[in-house]
């Protein structure tokens, strides 16, 4: 038995709409860190809470979706993908906390040194969260594929960021707590593409799994 | 119609193993440090295939309970649960991965300071992780609200770390380095806490979700 179309497609809205506000609190994030905005910062401390309730109510559909009727193998697995990917839309939502916390202690002190390349990655992580979910949503395997190159790319930007810092600390002891948390916050925004990478490869299992069925065994590698 | 309970059983054991692995490598990577022993970070960098194997089996076993027939709820629920724990099972493994890689830097530079709480949060976050998949397997509701206790202590562990090691760095830039890569192992322990915790949240909802059947509407807040 096959769920109705729009029971899927309602799924998918609700977590377009999760991603949409993952997506605000940490460009959020970002900007209260550029700006050097405290009122921004504390916002994102506080802007979680449509998160959490997106997060246990799509939780919930999935789970009702699976327990009304046996799903087909393909629809059963849009709804687990779609568990797994409600977590770790969730998680990014606390990485973004963890952003905002880190740029509230970050604020206390005199800025003494440009971001580097901390806005890039910010850019970068942003598009990766957009473009994961967008290719669950339209089973968009090139574009899946895209946002699992764009994670090197970040790895490096973090490994940059944290030797230039890293010599600015050894330099200089009156800017070691700025350029630790400067530190601290490049890490959380490479989780962010961490997760948009797992996002990501959870849709290309979703889409390379339906193909396995048509292909034989073959399709088990892209696993 | 109900799964036949010898395929549960073989999941949990599975997830016993995998678990098992997974302690095992944070357990080692924190012996690496403890100990300064070069080989034993290596080998976590390369001791995560089992880990990557079961990850895999898991997910796939899990799938196939629920592709072969339409489960009852509560047997639902343990599956739809363990395809959860078997994400955070994986991340945990890369934890110990970061804290090997983590390790072997800092082994490249003199030691300087004792390493203060790190151990101690290591054998905290080992046991939080040992409890909290007991709790699933065993459905141990008094287990899994232990685990959740104990995070609070290892947040707390962590900030003292961070802000002794702050201190360090403030008043002496030759173990700037060295210093940092403690901050950021102390950080990848928090994070195998944090997981555990999700572990033990997994599994209080597996069970309340079964309890909300028999009491209405009620059980709901324990979401």
Sequence with gaps: MSVPPKDLEHLKQRMLAMAGAVEEQVRT????LVE??????QAVLTGDKPIDQLHLEIDERCFQLLEAQQLPSTELRVVVTGVKINSDLERIGDLAINIGETTLRYLEHPSVKPLIDIPRM???AQGM???SLDSYVKQDMTLAQQVLNRDDQLDELKEQVFHELVGVMCSDTTITEQALDLILISRHLERVGDHATNIAEEAIFM???LDVRHQGQEGQANR
């Excluded at 994030?29 to 209260?32: D, F, L, P, S």
């Design 36 to 41: 050097r905005n405290h009122d921004m910062a």
């Design 129 to 131: 969260l957009r473009d």
């Design 29 to 32: 994030a970002v900007e209260a």
């Design 122 to 124: 910010g850019s970068i």
């Design 207 to 209: 889409v390379s799994g």
